[in-house]
């Protein structure tokens, strides 16, 4: 079943939310504390320097959920906003004893969604996992079950947000 498209200014007030109350915060915090020497790279590619990170997302996430709920958004939003909220959780626990591909699980959540609506796109995002996925082995990121574990935590999410949205 494909998701309807957002209203013009609900697909504005979820842009901005996240474009400044995700993406700003988590680049200018990353940014400090590579700067600092926190973390060793941008990624947070170390296993214990993600049990600071995961925190700290959770805690912007709640909020832009609080927001987008005071706002009046549509369930369609809040119900996306939780289930991303919820993938991460499960990330946060699974890295206590496996670092899984972050990466990997936020190109497959959005592949679902956008193929519901344009799946040409959909195809194509999921096409370019397959570059996330290769590109976060050479690198020496991750190893094979934790690009699978994103991958396959990503794709659960994002079916499950197509299933009830």
């Not at 959770?58 to 993938?87: C, D, E, Q, R, Y």
């Not at 976060?136 to 499950?160: D, K, N, P, W, Y």
């Amino acid at each position: 079943m494909a998701q309807a498209t957002l209203g013009e200014s609900e697909a504005r007030a979820v842009l901005l939310g996240v474009s400044f109350g995700i993406v700003l915060p988590i680049f200018l915090h990353n940014g400090y504390k590579v700067w600092r020497g926190s973390y060793t790279n941008f990624d947070v590619s170390n296993q214990q320097q993600r049990r600071a990170f995961y925190p700290f997302v959770l805690g912007l996430f709640g909020v832009l959920l609080v927001l987008f709920f005071v706002l009046g958004l549509s369930p369609k939003v809040l119900v996306n906003t939780s289930l991303f909220t919820a993938m991460l959780v499960v990330f946060a626990g699974v890295n206590v004893r496996l670092k899984a591909s972050l990466h990997m699980g936020a190109c497959c959540y959005f592949a679902c969604g956008i193929a519901s609506v344009y799946p040409i796109l959909g195809l194509g995002l999921y096409s370019a996992g397959i570059g996330v996925a290769w590109s976060r082995l050479a690198l020496g990121l991750h190893s094979r079950a934790e690009v699978q574990v994103g991958m396959l935590v990503g794709t659960v999410f994002g079916l499950l947000s197509l299933a009830l949205v």
